[in-house]
């Protein structure tokens, strides 16, 4: 390792800035990067990029998870988002139930049953226990 320390010391140097991710502006920046990246490379992994584009995804992964996690939400919550995200009210949601049903279940008043978990998952394409 010693005879290669000093070319990777010079390379690294180069590299680091671009691997590193310390606060919230080196955040913002990896995930610019990141993007770019995915425009150019896409999901062709013989692209010469294609491991940095990994990596660096990795690194912005980890930081998420400890910066800004995810909260979990409950069966409700879920489902409320995925209705606003889809621009969908009460009345799009008939195969669960009449409107005023459905608007509880939005408002947290009631929770949703086995059967109306199942037809959201496969309404939205997610797995039934997002919904529960």
Same mark, same amino acid.
């Given at each position: 390792? @010693? &005879?290669?320390? %000093?070319e990777? #010391?010079?390379?690294?140097?180069?590299?680091?800035?671009?691997?590193?991710?310390?606060?919230?502006?080196?955040?913002?920046?990896?995930?610019?990067?990141l +993007?770019?990246?995915?425009?150019? $490379?896409?999901?062709?992994? +013989?692209h %010469?990029?294609? &491991?940095?584009?990994?990596?660096?995804?990795?690194?912005?992964e *980890?930081?998420?998870?400890?910066?800004?996690?995810v %909260?979990e939400? @409950?069966?409700?919550? *879920?489902? #409320?988002?995925?209705?606003?995200?889809?621009?969908? &009210? %009460?009345?799009?949601?008939?195969?669960?139930?009449?409107?005023?049903?459905?608007?509880?279940?939005? +408002?947290g008043d009631?929770?949703?049953?086995?059967s #109306?978990?199942?037809?959201?998952?496969q #309404?939205?394409?997610?797995?039934? *226990? $997002?919904f529960?």
């Open positions: 390792m @010693k &005879s290669l320390a %000093p990777l #010391q010079h390379h690294w140097e180069e590299i680091a800035p671009l691997l590193t991710i310390r606060n919230g502006h080196d955040y913002e920046l990896a995930v610019e990067r +993007n770019e990246l995915l425009d150019e $490379v896409g999901t062709e992994e +013989n %010469p990029l294609y &491991s940095f584009l990994d990596t660096l995804g990795t690194l912005i *980890a930081y998420e998870a400890e910066y800004h996690p %909260p939400a @409950k069966g409700a919550e *879920a489902f #409320q988002y995925l209705a606003e995200e889809h621009g969908l &009210s %009460p009345d799009d949601f008939s195969d669960i139930g009449p409107p005023d049903q459905v608007r509880s279940i939005l +408002n009631c929770e949703l049953n086995a #109306q978990i199942r037809i959201l998952a #309404q939205f394409g997610v797995s039934p *226990a $997002v529960i």
